[in-house]
């Protein structure tokens, strides 16, 4: 009897992978298919971000984007006592946190020359890649203040510029007004971006810092719909997905995607999800001799792959 029943298992699990089609392969949207995306945004590089901003999202297993104006940045602690040193970048970028681009001293980049806008990036970019051995792929502008030249202008080499942002901060936003960010990203299916500075000082802090963490914690218990990736991150993934293209053919009972995509992919590098409506059946996957390990979710299966790389057959 029990031969008869894992036979019959077996046919199942075969029949249903030999039953894909074009029509049940997909890239997600956003990795691992989640439902939205949120990246957490901290500005001018206070001290807080690094003694309290990274261990909060380490803590959950997240990491967050820092705009760093470096010339407030300094080696010495004693010389400003209010935003990080560089020693502290350091760490914070090995610690997987995004240490990005916010104007060498946040002027306003549509009330300078286009040279001087140049100038304010390109010499915050030197700063921070003579330090961290690269240079930033995204950008945030000082004041949120932008036209179409300077983002044209910051975009040059980079993967995204934060042009659109919610409050994260203290008085400007109620426990309702971030639950309400959250759960129009969940309908909407959209990709947004908080925004604070300082958790204890400065002039759009906290009354009370467990505000901060308790949003925190309202996100991180819907983690299973909801990607919480840096600016860069979501930036090269809502790029690449939307350009790359797939293309479905069978061997066999073999099911053979080849991904296409034509980006720069040095700047755009993040893995892309596929999502295969599997009929709650198992498959087994591979690209250039690599097998992909899926991971089920009602009745899909979640395949993380390289855009740019070979073939990818599903069995
Ligand atoms: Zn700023």
Known sequence: MKRIIVAAV????????????????????????????????????????????????????????????????????????THMTWQEVVE????????????????????????EARAEIEKNDEAIAAHLGKKPVTFCFPYNAYNPETVELAMEGRVGARLKEFWLGGQNSPKEY??????????????????????????????????????????????????VGTFGEVAAYVKEAAECKLTVSYEGNKVIVSPGLDLDSSLYDM??????????????????GKELKPEYRDGKAYLQFDPYGGNITIR
């Open 10 to 81: 077996t046919a199942t699990a075969l029949s249903c992978s030999t039953d894909i089609t074009k029509e049940d392969i997909r890239i997600s949207d956003y990795k691992d298919g989640k439902e939205c995306a949120v990246s957490f945004t901290f500005d001018d590089g206070m001290k807080e971000h690094c003694t309290i901003v990274a261990p909060e999202l380490e803590k959950r297993g997240w990491r967050g984007t820092f705009w760093l104006c470096c010339a407030w940045i300094h080696d010495d602690p004693q010389i400003d006592t």
């Open 271 to 288: 893995p892309l999800t596929m999502e295969i409506n599997a009929d709650g059946g198992k498959i087994k996957a591979s690209q250039d």
């Open 178 to 227: 971030l639950e309400k960010q959250i759960q129009d990203a969940l309908d909407s299916g959209s990709w947004i971006a908080g925004m604070t500075h300082g958790i204890n000082y400065g002039y759009d802090c906290y009354e009370d810092p467990a505000e901060f963490t308790d949003f925190l914690d309202y996100v991180k218990a819907m983690e299973d719909r909801i990607w």
């Open 92 to 115: 914070m970028d090995r610690k997987g946190h995004e240490m990005s681009n916010h104007a060498w001293s946040h002027a306003n980049l549509t009330q300078v020359t286009m040279e």
